[in-house]
């Protein structure tokens, strides 16, 4: 359509080049000469023609500015037409043809929700099309000129060419009419020759397969690579994870869908060809035999509502649901066993040792044991991140028997509640170190048999236990055998023990043990903080902690047979009627403690200790430097003369008082203080007041006649 100039104005350009191959322009020769190139009518329609033709494609109105190199509408415009997106509406159940504008844009967005199959009629000349379909709707759209058969459009982005009469997919590099296949009984079917593109379109199997020549690998489940009637297979075209259903996990509950799931893992796992990532779609996926996942895979799942990907052990699976022996990540899955308290051999996840295991988003429910570490080979490390349990038979976590150097555990922001028969965590034997942070154990039922964490015997190598910002709720934290390692130390930091009718946590053969605030609950009737048959040299430090009970019996502190401790206990919170330490059955040579600082309660013998000389004490005051204390709290109207005696009932008054403190309040409410004028074994005498009003005295006195503490 554009003019030539040489065509134009024979006599008045120069002839063509290389550089303009169209003529070349030219001035006149003199100022009266004819030869020059006019800039007439037909030249200046041609190149407004280009301008005005670039604004129209690119959809932009003219500014009426002129353009400068910072603001151009031109630019804009060809920026647009050779870089960008125009959107087309496909909504309803008619067909779309492109205008010729719209056909010159380098790329394509469909939207609209479609109401039935639809065509996108694009103008009778060649070019490339890049198509990106948003369109919702269960239906396709084809992609085709008037007169032609066209190419209905699979996924996201589509490259398509028009050769001026029909169009056909691009596929590597070559124009290939796609085949469309309904069914793999189809694809298995064609007469296909090498490098011809296929497209199954049938449900969960859906994809891209190219032709290839030769012997494909050994592939039952037929996800990746199907072999067709004239010898040559077909191969799936794929990035990213594997998927399940492309081997033919159904996912509907009935299905027994483990040889699939098999099937992607071996496949994802492969050396020379695997992507090591397995994707599980939304749905339910029965494991009738138990799923080896190879070491260094993924296994990923949906996310969504209504429980997303969900693996529930088969009724007849006495097994595990899967099994690794390490370098597996599980990430946005639902682990379900069957809750049958008959079947004992089952868990969730058995982990044989070797490697790295990630956790992350994974939620275990119904199970007889959620996760179960054994085995002897290389250590294991295991983190689990924002994970969910609920229901165990058994236990959540069972390390069961582990060789050297044993399981070294991450847990965070993770909770683990319902009902268990066992412990929630079971350490039983191999523990490495744990670190347990914002995580909530939180049991539901009352019976005896359920304990919160069994920490048994660690692995023979240096390690320890972390706990912070946790809630341990429903059971007894029990410490049993950590007295086999003498490096393994356990800390909590700002923690919740509540033990119902429990001890809120339980010590026995542990060599260090330090807690600092955190608070102890419990309705148990003779302990809160339960130490019994504890090893040799054992340390148990205690700051800044307090302790609670609705029984009304239940003693902070109770060590109820002989032991060997170092108890250090810095600004304890006990508001409790019972002593706050009982530990009168400890040989006295056995036993070193310190208590500075904090209240122990009201009880008139907080501390119940062994009373031989041998025993080290380092007991400091709460509050004063006389030892032990315990405040009372007189209040009444002074005298006419504004004395008053009161009446304490301290044995021993005399030797026991340290401090009194006592005030009135004068005529304008100000606080005056009276004055003591001794203490003798019944009274207290105050003077100094004012006729009839009101006192308040502080009395501080020791916890035993022995002053030597």
């Known amino acids: 359509m554009a003019i030539r100039l040489i065509e134009e104005y024979p006599n008045r350009v120069g002839a063509p080049t290389a550089d303009y191959p169209h003529g070349v322009p030219r001035n006149k020769s003199t100022p009266t000469a004819t030869d020059g190139t006019p800039f007439e009518q037909s030249w200046f329609r041609d190149q407004e023609g280009f301008f005005q033709g670039l604004m129209e494609t690119a959809g932009i109105t003219p500014s009426g500015t002129p353009d400068t190199v910072l603001n151009s509408d031109y630019l804009d415009a060809l920026n647009r037409v050779t870089n960008g997106v125009t959107e087309i509406d496909m909504g309803g159940a008619a067909d779309v043809a492109l205008s010729t504008y719209q056909s010159r844009v380098a790329a394509l967005k469909l939207t609209g929700a479609l109401a039935a199959d639809v065509d996108l009629i694009v103008p009778n000349t060649e070019r490339m099309y890049w198509i990106i379909d948003e369109t919702t709707g269960d239906f396709s759209v084809t992609v085709k000129t008037a007169a032609g058969t066209g190419v209905k459009l699979f996924g996201a982005a589509s490259v398509v060419r028009s050769d001026g009469t029909n169009v056909v997919a691009y596929v590597n590099g070559a124009d290939r009419r796609v ?21 199954l379109t049938q449900e969960g199997r859906a994809g891209e397969f190219v032709v290839k020549t030769g012997t494909p690998p050994s592939d039952p489940q037929k996800g990746l690579y199907i072999v067709l009637a004239n010898g040559n297979y077909a191969e799936r075209v794929y990035e990213g994870p594997v998927f399940v259903d492309w081997f033919g996990a159904a996912g509907d509950g009935i299905t027994d869908d483990s040889p699939s799931i098999q099937s992607a893992l071996n496949y994802a796992a492969d050396e020379t060809t695997g992507t090591f990532s397995v994707y599980i779609p939304h749905g339910d996926y ?18 969504g509502t209504n429980w997303g990907s969900r693996l529930v052990a088969g009724p007849s699976l006495n097994s595990y649901v899967i099994s690794t022996s390490g370098g597996l990540n599980i990430k946005n899955i639902n682990l379900v066993g069957t ?8 868990a969730l996840l058995h982990v044989a040792g070797g490697n790295d295991l990630f ?11 959620g996760i179960i570490c054994d085995g002897s080979t290389a250590a294991f490390y295991i983190t689990i991140d924002n994970c969910r349990f609920q229901n165990s038979i058994s236990s959540f976590i069972r390390i069961k028997e582990t060789s050297n150097p044993g399981v070294d555990l991450i847990i965070s922001n993770s909770r683990f509640l319902g009902h268990i028969e066992s412990y929630a965590w079971w350490f039983e034997k191999g523990l490495g170190s744990i670190i347990a942070d914002n995580v909530q154990i939180s049991l539901t039922g009352t019976a005896p048999s359920e304990q919160l964490v069994y920490l048994g015997e660690p692995a023979p190598l240096y390690g320890g236990a972390q706990f912070s910002n946790c809630v341990f709720e429903g059971g007894q934290f029990y410490i049993a055998g950590l007295w086999t390692s003498p490096w393994f130390e356990v800390h909590f930091s700002t923690c919740l023990f509540t033990g119902y009718a429990q001890e809120a946590m339980r010590i026995s053969y542990s060599k260090g043990v330090t807690i600092d605030n955190s608070t102890f609950s419990t309705s148990n009737t003779s302990s809160i903080l339960l130490l019994s048959a504890l090893g040799s040299n054992t340390n148990l430090r205690i700051t800044d902690c307090s302790w609670e009970t609705d029984s009304g019996t239940a003693i902070p502190i109770n060590c109820p047979g002989d032991s060997v401790i170092d108890l250090s206990v810095i600004s304890p919170k006990w508001t409790g009627s019972t002593e706050f330490i009982n530990f009168s059955s400890i040989t006295p040579n056995q036993l070193k403690i310190q208590v500075y600082g ?32 315990q405040k009372k709290i007189y209040t009444g109207d002074l005298a006419s003369d504004g004395t008053v005696n009161i009446t304490h009932g301290i044995t021993n ?25 001794y203490v003798d074994i019944n009274t207290i005498r105050l003077t100094g007041g004012a006729a009839g009003v009101s006192y308040r005295a502080h009395v501080l006195y020791n916890l035993k006649d022995d002053t030597s503490w």
């Open 653 to 677: 008054a005399p030797t026991r008082v340290g401090h009194v403190s006592a005030w009135f309040r004068g005529g304008s409410g100000e606080i005056i203080p009276l004055s003591v004028a």
């Open 339 to 346: 809750y049958d308290p008959l079947n004992t051999s089952e």
């Open 598 to 629: 904090g209240s122990v309660g009201s009880n008139s013998t907080p501390l119940i200790l062994p009373d031989e000389n041998n025993l080290e004490k380092n007991i400091s005051v709460f509050g004063y430097n006389f030892g032990p204390s």
């Open 359 to 369: 956790l992350q988003d994974v939620v275990f429910f119904n199970m007889h044991t």
């Open 286 to 303: 029965i494991v009738g035999s138990t799923i080896v996942a190879p070491q260094n895979i993924e296994i990923l799942g949906s996310s």
């Open 179 to 199: 085949i469309y296949v309904d069914t793999i009984a189809d694809l298995q079917a064609l007469d296909a020759e090498v490098g011809q593109a296929v497209y």
